[in-house]
């Protein structure tokens, strides 16, 4: 879980093209912070948390709408989308037909939770549909936590590479230094997914993972908290950074991470 956290938060200071497209550079500073992708991240992971393993497709959306509506509220200004703010904030919110990458973002524990690949890809849809009901958003969802859930499993990045290509049509040719010069800020799971999968591929550990990431640009907290949430499924992440990630938290969001840690622990 805390890949996607470290992810958000080393890349917030760069969002909307603030990076300087490169890997060399302090991965924490004072501009660092967590955004709304922790905050829904969390969310979700909680929801997921707070029901058995084999709910009902209902009771996963019942459980995960209540999670993100009630985390949300309590950090009402982490950087939401319009729409998403409206759907946060709504009597009876309903899935707007987005391809937004925020689906992908918070999808992470799904990737932990459940013991085989077809469940993981169906609770994936699930919280995908919530919101972001567009094929494209529900595709984002499904190809992280399937991603996570393989590399977990011990698969090797060749192997994860391939059932991307083959599952999900990702066009996973290009290298990073091929994406990088002309990368911008874009919001959408088509255009975040696969460079996030590309600096996972690429990356030689898990913090080479994360200014890979980083060094694209454009979305840079949300698609580094995409590619870091498959890295810490195939790589170690040293307690220093897990610890120095988990500091930018409060005592809530601390709280719920640990709960989720030690669930993950037991299976």
């Not at 009902?56 to 939401?80: F, H, L, N």
């Not at 549909?129 to 936590?145: F, L, M, Q, R």
């Not at 799971?189 to 993972?209: R, W």
């Amino acid at each position: 879980m805390i890949g996607a956290i470290l992810g958000d938060i080393v890349g917030s200071p760069y969002e909307f093209d603030k990076a300087s497209k490169v890997k060399d550079f302090t991965l924490f500073d004072q501009r660092c912070e967590f955004t709304d992708d922790t905050v829904m991240t969390l969310a979700v992971a909680n929801a997921l948390c707070s029901i058995s393993s084999d709910a009902s497709e209902d009771e996963i959306k019942s459980a995960v709408i209540t999670s993100m509506q009630e985390t949300g509220k309590r950090y009402p200004d982490r950087g939401y989308g319009a729409r998403f703010i409206s759907w946060l904030f709504s009597d009876n919110p309903k899935p707007y037909n987005s391809y937004g990458n925020g689906s992908a973002m918070r999808v992470s524990s799904v990737g932990w939770l459940y013991p085989t690949l077809e469940r993981t890809l169906e609770v994936a849809r699930c919280t995908a549909e919530v919101t972001h009901n567009h094929p494209e958003g529900i595709k984002g969802a499904e190809s992280v936590a399937a991603a996570i859930f393989l590399a977990r499993k011990g698969f090797e990045k060749k192997e994860i590479k391939s059932y991307m290509e083959k599952f999900y049509n990702y066009d996973l040719s290009r290298t990073i230094d091929q994406i990088r010069p002309y990368y911008h800020h874009v919001e959408s799971c088509q255009e975040t997914v696969p460079e996030a999968l590309t600096a996972f591929f690429e990356g030689k550990d898990f913090e080479d993972v994360v200014r890979t990431a980083v060094s694209l640009g454009g979305d840079a907290d949300t698609l580094t908290a995409i590619a870091a949430s498959i890295a810490e499924a195939y790589y170690p992440v040293s307690k220093s950074l897990y610890e120095k990630a988990k500091s930018y938290l409060d005592s809530y969001l601390k709280s719920v991470l640990e709960k989720i840690d030690e669930r993950i622990a037991l299976l």
